[in-house]
Structures are given as C-alpha cells and as structure tokens.
C-alpha cells in the first residue's frame, strides 16, 4: 500500500508540475543555459588562446595549484591546462541545476498546496505524512538527479564532438562521479526539503521563491572557492564534501518530517 | 453511540477553544454543531477526525481513538473541510482518483462515476477544476469525501458562502445520504439549517450549552404566551387577571396582553370567560410563537450570566 501511495503522489506531483510553464522552462531551459555557458568558455580559451589570462598573476598561482594535484596536466600545453581547470569548476557549476530544480519544485509543490488548502483533505486520508514527504521529495529529486546525469552526459558529448576528448582523461577523475552520484542526489534531496521547510514557513510563493536564492549561495560559494584556488576539491576532499551532505540531509529531514506532522499543517498553515 | 466525547478538550496557546466536551452521536444520524463563529466546531471536528490532537480528554470514533491510531480512523470517516481545496490544474476526475488512490479501493472509478453522476458533474469530469463555481465545487468536495464508503461523514459548515438556491440543493442532498444510512457529523451557525437536517444538535460555545432533538429544544424554552387583543384595557381587567393563579406572568402593550398560562390547553378557555366577565371586550386571541432563533439566542444567554 505504502509504495501504491508514494506513486500515487509521484504521479500526481508531476502532473500538476507539468501545466506549470514555469517547471518546464526549469528543467529544460535552465540545465541548457548551464551547459552552454560552460562549454562555452572552454571554447573560448581555446579560440582565443588564452594569452592574456595565462599572464595574468591569478591564472599563473592556480594552475600551479592543479599541477600540485593533477601532476598529469602539468605536462599539458597551458591552454589546455586551462581547459582542464574549467571543465574541473563544472563538476559544482553542474550542482546548480538539481540544487534549483528541487528547491523550486518543493515550493511550488508546498504552496500550491497551502494556496488551494488541499492538503487538510488529504490528511484526512489514510495516508502517512511520512509517506507524503517522500512522495513529494522524490518527485523534486528524481527529476533534479536526471537532469543533472543527462547535463553531465550532454557535457562529455560536447567535449568529444567539440574536439577536446583527450581532456577528459585529466577531467574524468573519481571526483566528478562522486559529485554526480553521491553529491548530486543528496543535494536534490537537501534542496527539497529545504524548500519545504521554507515554504512550509513562508506566506506566498513570492517569499518561497526567496528561499531558492538562499539556498543556492552555498552552491556558489563552492564554486567560487575552488574557482579562487583557496581550496582544490581533490578526490578525498569532495568525498568528505558529500558525505557532510549525506549526513546533514539526515538532519534537515528530521526537522522536516516534524514541520510536515499532520498537527503542524493543519494548525500553522493557515 | 458512534461517538463519543470524554471531556475533550483544546487549547491553542491561552485560548480554550474546545473546553470538556461531552457529546456522543448516534449511528446513521445526523448530528449537529451549532455555534457561532469561534465557537470550536472546526476544532471538534478535526479532533474527532484525527487531524489534530487533544490538550486533554479523549474521543472514541467507532471503538477508535482517534489521536492514537489517526489513520485507523482515517479509513472510515469522509470529511468535507471548512474550506475545501483542488488541485485547479487538474481534472475534476484526476483530482478524485488522486484521493481515492489513498484508500484499499478495487473498484474506484466505478464509485468515481457513481458519484459524480449523482452530484450532476460527469459532464465536466474533465474540465479542470479551477474553472468550477463554487457550487460545483462544494458538492465535487462531498464527492471526495463519499467515495471511499465512509461510515461517518463529517461536513463542517457545508453551505457557508453558497448562494441560497445551491444551499438548499446541497441541503437535500445531504437529506438523501442520512436516507442511505451515513453517520453525518455537520456543523453550522446557521440555526433553520440545523432544525431542516439534524436529528441531534449540540449547541456549543466551546463547552457544549446543551445537546437535544430540535423539538425538544424548542419545547424546553418554549414559554407559551397568549396573546389577547382588546378594544380597552382597564385596571379593572387587570387585577382580575392577576388573581387568576393559573396565570403565570402577565403583561401588557398598549391594548394587548401578553399572558404566559401554566398549561394554556387548559386554561385558555377558562381565562378568555373571566375576560368577558370584566367586561373586556376581545378582538383577538393568538399564540405567541417562539422561533428556534430566540430559543438559540436565549440559550447561549443564559451562557453567559452563568
Ligand atoms: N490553528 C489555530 N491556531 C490558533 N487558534 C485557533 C486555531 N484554530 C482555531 N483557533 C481558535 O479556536 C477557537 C475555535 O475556532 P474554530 O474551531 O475554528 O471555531 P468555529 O469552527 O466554531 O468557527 C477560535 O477562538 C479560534 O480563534
Ligand atoms: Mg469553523
């Protein structure tokens, strides 16, 4: 019965996501534009050789820094190394996506329900919130999670076809699948419930949409502390990384489970 | 008794919003809730149907608690919300089997089409529910709430913000699902709505004032008055009325007396005799009515100088 349920709010979840103009355009246009932009300034280097960047003192210290991780790619041309360096910062630029579809679909998915006070119905049924708060993380997860592997398959494509396939043995490394099959899933299911207990509190989906934003800072600053050079995300280190997530998503979903009590629903979310 | 109440009680915060209830209900009746607004009827009916908990005391809902086992008695109740909400971008079927999709159903989408056959929507089953009136909406939600063959059906205020024509249909049908047998739990503030549908109706102000059948509540503060029109009334008349001891209270408005009898189908004929004796000239003798507002009224008055 439990797993009947679950699909049953899966099937609905998607459903109602998919009259939403705007869940379309988030799975679809947004992982484009991130993956255009990414591949785009590998082009970039090369078209236009780099010159002025390999000068620039910044450049200089960080691809001294991968070359003291990757000894490998000292070996390499220094546009190239750039290239590497890049298509190394898309591992979390790519972590953006399951991060906003999540969070996006969890407070779409929360305020609807608050708006048409649909939900006190619903908990009139023999369904366990429990089983509610999952249905509805999966079904923000899930898509999040595909997206993302289907981005990453699209990134490797166009590396390939764009001509640069020997980069992605410095590129492919373990971390790059930790991240897509560790740290994206437990990211889509931390932004979800994050965007739940958000929008659980907020009044409209004007202060949900607020929470997004909110949620994807740390995902930046990640990017913008290895973009930096201050920290390499070596194999060990982006393990550590996605565990931390893994642990804490633990925690993030017992506060949510006690938001999502059937108590709390009916007497807070008026 | 279906249900029972044991000194059930909520507090939100300070404020005592349902304050040792006692109340039982009878299977395949329709009791009712009758209270103005504040007065806990929302707050009863979401305790017996599960949703929230009790500060203290307990209710008893077909042999089960509901604040133990929520979901046991999730089974076997429908409940029509205060305000019922759709998923407005889907069907007015979708939006059904979603819910149905919650219970140990075989045949869902028979009962689907059964009752939205019956509720006169089939035509619109696929038409998204954000399109629907509020009328269409209201019954749609009775629907929701009679698929799953519930044994208790609980409507909280089901005609509130209906124009008065849709009232009185979703009234009849609610007549029409006591004639199948439904347990129904209703709560109202609207007083003629509950003398026309309950058999029951416990009138509450978070405790609960009283608990009868519509006829005995008018019965009980039902002080009969005869009302006698006279061409003149003078101190004469007065005093001879006075000294009649069957006469409980009496008053008098310009040339009309308002007399309560002890029991009026025995002293009325005798009281208009001593009227003409003292030489009162009568043109009208009529009952004073009470209407269920002023017993309602007088009730919850009598609450408060308590
Ligand atoms: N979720 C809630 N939080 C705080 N106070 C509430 C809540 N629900 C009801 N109350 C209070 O409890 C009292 C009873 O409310 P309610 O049961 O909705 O009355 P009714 O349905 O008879 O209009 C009111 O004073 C109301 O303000
Ligand atoms: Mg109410």
């Known amino acids: 019965m439990t797993k009947q349920r679950i699909f049953n709010i899966l099937k609905k979840e998607w459903q109602v996501m998919f009259?939403?103009?705007?869940?379309?355009?988030?799975?679809?246009?947004?992982?484009?534009?991130?993956?255009?932009?990414?591949?785009?300034?590998?082009?970039?280097?090369?078209?236009?050789?780099g010159e002025?960047?390999?000068?620039?003192?910044?450049?200089?210290?960080?691809?001294?820094?991968?070359?003291?991780?990757?000894?490998?790619?000292?070996?390499?041309?220094?546009?190239?190394?750039l290239q590497v360096f890049l298509l190394s910062q898309f591992n979390f630029y790519l972590l953006l996506i399951p991060v906003m579809i999540a969070v996006s679909f969890a407070t779409f998915s929360i305020v609807d329900e608050k708006q048409t006070h649909s939900l006190e119905a619903l908990l009139a049924t023999p369904v366990?919130?429990?089983?509610?708060l999952l249905g509805k993380a999966l079904?923000?997860?899930?898509?999040?999670?595909?997206?993302?592997?289907i981005c990453g398959a699209l990134l490797l494509l166009g590396v390939q076809v764009l001509g640069w396939g020997d980069l992605l043995t410095y590129f492919l490394n373990p971390a790059w699948f930790i991240i897509l099959f560790l740290l994206t899933p437990a990211i889509s299911i931390l932004s979800f419930l994050l965007g739940v207990i958000g929008s659980a509190r907020a009044k409209d989906s004007k202060s949900a949409q607020n929470l997004v934003v909110l949620i994807v800072l740390p995902v930046l600053a990640l990017i913008g502390i290895q973009i930096s050079g201050v920290v390499w995300f070596t194999t060990i280190l982006t393990l550590v990384l996605a565990l931390a997530v893994v642990v804490i998503d633990f925690f993030v979903l017992k506060v949510a489970v006690r938001l999502f009590?059937?108590?709390?629903?009916?007497?807070?979310w008026r | 008794m279906i249900i029972e109440t044991n000194n059930l009680t909520r507090k939100f915060g300070d404020r005592l919003a349902v304050d040792n209830l006692n109340l039982t209900a009878e299977e395949g009746k329709i009791l009712g809730f009758l209270g103005p607004n504040g007065a806990g009827k929302t707050t009863t009916m979401r305790m017996l149907a599960g949703l929230i908990s009790p500060t203290s005391g307990y209710a008893v809902v077909d042999g089960i608690r509901p604040d133990k086992e929520a979901e046991r008695v999730h089974e076997i109740i429908g409940i029509l919300t205060e305000t019922p909400g759709f998923y407005n971008n889907l069907s007015a079927q979708r939006n059904l089997e979603y819910f149905a999709g919650f219970y140990n159903l075989s045949d869902a989408s028979a009962q689907i089409e059964k009752y939205l056959k019956?509720?006169?929507?089939?035509?619109r089953k696929s038409d998204k529910v954000g399109t629907f009136s509020k009328g269409m909406k209201q019954r749609l939600a009775i629907t929701r709430a009679l698929i799953h063959r519930p044994k208790i059906l609980f409507l909280d205020e089901p005609t509130s913000g209906l124009d008065p024509e849709v009232s009185q249909e979703v009234r009849g049908l609610i007549q029409n699902l006591s004639r199948e047998g439904y347990t129904i739990i209703l709560s109202t503030h609207n007083l003629s709505e509950a003398e026309q549908l309950c058999h029951r109706i416990a009138v509450i102000r978070s405790a609960l004032v009283t608990l009868d059948t519509p006829a005995n509540l008018r019965k009980r503060l039902f002080k009969h008055q005869t009302m006698i029109k006279l061409e003149e009334i003078d101190e004469n008349l007065i005093q001879a009325i006075s000294k009649l001891d069957y006469v409980n209270k009496h008053s008098r408005e310009e040339n009309t007396l308002l007399i309560e009898l002890a029991d009026p189908s025995k002293h009325q004929s005798d009281l208009i005799k001593k009227i003409v004796e003292a030489g009162g000239r009568i043109i009208e003798v009529t009952d004073k009515k009470h209407s269920l507002e002023d017993i309602y009224l007088s009730l919850l008055n009598e609450e408060e100088k308590i």
């Open chain 1, 52 to 81: 002025s960047m390999i000068n620039s003192s910044f450049f200089q210290s960080v691809l001294r820094k991968i070359s003291e991780v990757m000894s490998a790619v000292s070996n390499l041309e220094i546009t190239e190394q």
């Open chain 1, 19 to 49: 009259t939403e103009l705007n869940s379309l355009m988030l799975v679809t246009v947004l992982p484009v534009i991130i993956l255009a932009q990414g591949l785009l300034y590998v082009w970039l280097i090369e078209k236009f050789g």
């Open chain 2, 118 to 123: 019956l509720m006169e929507l089939w035509e």
């Open chain 1, 128 to 132: 366990r919130t429990w089983e509610l």
């Open chain 1, 139 to 149: 079904s923000g997860a899930i898509p999040a999670i595909i997206v993302t592997w």
């Open chain 1, 261 to 268: 009590s059937r108590e709390s629903i009916i007497i807070s």
